[in-house]
């Protein structure tokens, strides 16, 4: 049942008349919190502006994945190249400055502070002395629109907008700041049918425009098949299944899942 990839070895070059190196490459990567063995052997490779789906059971190490390549846990071995260029990412800083930038569910907005000014946290347009707010709101609302995300007023309080418009500003918020990988962590998770669609529309308009390589983890197969490229299974710390999404489908995912959960209650798995 497992399509397990093919040890990876060289990036590819880049050079020319070869082809384009993936955006980022993982390989043979393991990390352990004390007795347990939160990731055991992942490899995976995320090409150009493609979306990558990465699907898993719950403690099968999707998030320590996703904290690894964001620069919040260091890997124990292995390695990960970014763009052809092999990587030892640092710090969330060090990982933002190589063009890979996570969303988490928490999203990181200041609830009490205006959509403008949560665009531009950190990264603050300073006219001196003061903040250049006239700036701010007016690059704010253009890259809003550039994106298609539909807020009535750059000028309201996070807290006063809904899931899935707080999800788009930070995802927003990560594009303008110049990701080139952007990893989402459940963008979708606790949303409604209008809300979720809204982050779909809004990762299917970043897949048309090409500039970014995103990889989202999602409990919801059917969104993931929806705008994903490729579907990436995560178990038990490894990555065991790699297809693209138009060669597979809503039941074979369901029936990868309802195994695992079946060997997982007859005591096999890891
Ligand atoms: N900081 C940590 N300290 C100790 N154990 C950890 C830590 N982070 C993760 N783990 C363990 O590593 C394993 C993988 O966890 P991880 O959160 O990566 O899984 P996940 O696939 O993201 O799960 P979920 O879908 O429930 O979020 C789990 O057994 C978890 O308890």
Redesign the pocket.
Known sequence: MTDTPSPQSAPDSGAPGTPDPPALQVDHIAKR??A?A?LTDVSLRLRKGEVLGLI??????????IKILSGFHRPDTGRIVVEGEEVAIKSVDHARSLGIDTVYQDLALINELTVYHNMFLNREIVRWPLLHNRAMRRLARKHLDDLGVRIASVDAEVAKLSGGQRQAIAVARSVYSDARILLLDEPLAAMGAKEGALILDLVRDLKARGEVSIII?AHNYAQVLEVCDRVNL?QHGRITYDKETAETSLQELTDLVVAEYRNTRRGGGS
């Open positions: 919190f004390g347990v939160a898993g059971d719950n403690g099968a190490g999707k998030s320590t994945l983890i995560l």
